[in-house]
Every structure is written in C-alpha cells, then in structure tokens.
C-alpha cells in the first residue's frame, strides 16, 4: 500500500494525526456546548423596564450585568481544564495535540457563547423597541453589561475556556506521569 493510499484510509502517521486533531476539536466543541447549556441553566436572566423604545436595567448596577460574566468564567475555566487534561492524556505527538487544544478551545468557548445565548431570553433592546413605557422584559444572556453600543460577545471571559485549557494540558506534560502511560514489557 502506498503512503498516499494509507493517509486516505488513516492507516498511516498522517492519518493518525488527523484524527487526533478532530478528535480533540470534537471534545472541546461537545465540551463547549455542555458548558454553554450549563451557563444558560443556572443563570436568572436580570429584569429591566422598557422605556422610550430602550431597555434599562431595573434595578441598575454592575452586579446584577457581570451576573452572566462572572458566571461564564466559572464554568468554562474548569470545563477547560478538565477537556486539557482529558486531551493530554494522549500521548505522543504533543506539539499536535498542543495546536489542536488551543485553536478547539478557542472554538469550543465560541460554541459555548452561542449555545448560550441562544438558549437565553432575546435580545431586549429589540424587544423594548415596540413595547409601551414600564413593561418588564428579561435581559439576555452575554458577556459584556447592557449599554448601548456594546457588542455582546466582545469580552475577555472568552478567554477563561482556552486558559484553563492551556492549564490543563500543561499539568499533564510538565507533572510526573500518574500511571496513565503504557508500562515496558522488556
């Protein structure tokens, strides 16, 4: 068999590359969704008031808009590092597995972001638009706080998944093994 034909098949190093690397996005990425359904169901969506075709936080105050960021974090630092170790257990080939933990983290935080928020309540400033003055609308899930302007993904919280990640798979590779690696039969 050739070495075109066993990169086809996966039987040769090519292959086996490859599937590491979709291996690990595929954790991540079902990671991520996990996370962001668990970020949706253990949030209270804020109530604010619309008012002049805009929504206003009611009450207002940066604790009640940091709820969801801070509640972000703390799922997807742990999630991270959690999918890093899992990911480091494979060994061999860790420059790969390094790469491919890093751009699925990046990836999986942006699933967990979207599962979320799409899972939350909708947008209020859109659903203040045509609502008469006073009517009380839940706020929507996001990562930044309800100002006008703000883009809701715009936040460093996206950070918090990779960097526990990051944490994970450098335990794995810089700690003494814990009896995960294969044993000499020689």
Not at 9 to 36: D, E, H, N, Q
Not at 65 to 84: C, D, N, Q
Not at 141 to 146: D, I, R, Y
Request: neutral net charge.
């Amino acid at each position: 068999m050739s070495a075109a034909m066993d990169d086809v098949t996966g039987a040769g190093t090519g292959g086996r590359l490859v599937r590491r690397v979709l291996a690990v996005l595929a954790l991540f990425v079902a990671g991520g969704a996990a996370g962001g359904v668990l970020w949706e169901r253990l949030w209270d969506a804020p109530t604010g008031v619309a008012f002049k075709g805009r929504w206003y936080l009611e009450p207002a105050g940066p604790d009640l808009s940091f709820e969801s960021i801070a509640l972000f974090v703390v799922i997807a630092f742990p999630l991270g590092l959690v999918l890093g170790v899992l990911a480091g257990l494979w060994r061999g080939r860790e420059t790969v597995t390094l790469v491919a933990v890093l751009v699925a983290s990046g990836v999986a935080a942006a699933v967990m972001y979207g599962v979320g928020s799409a899972l939350g309540p909708p947008d209020p400033q859109a659903l203040a638009a045509g609502r008469p003055d006073y009517t009380t609308l839940p706020g929507d899930l996001g990562l930044t706080a309800p100002d006008e302007g703000r883009v809701t993904w715009h936040a460093t919280a996206l950070v918090a998944l990779p960097a526990g990640a990051m944490a994970g798979l450098v335990c794995c590779y810089l700690l003494p093994d814990w009896g995960f690696a294969r044993r000499s039969r020689g």
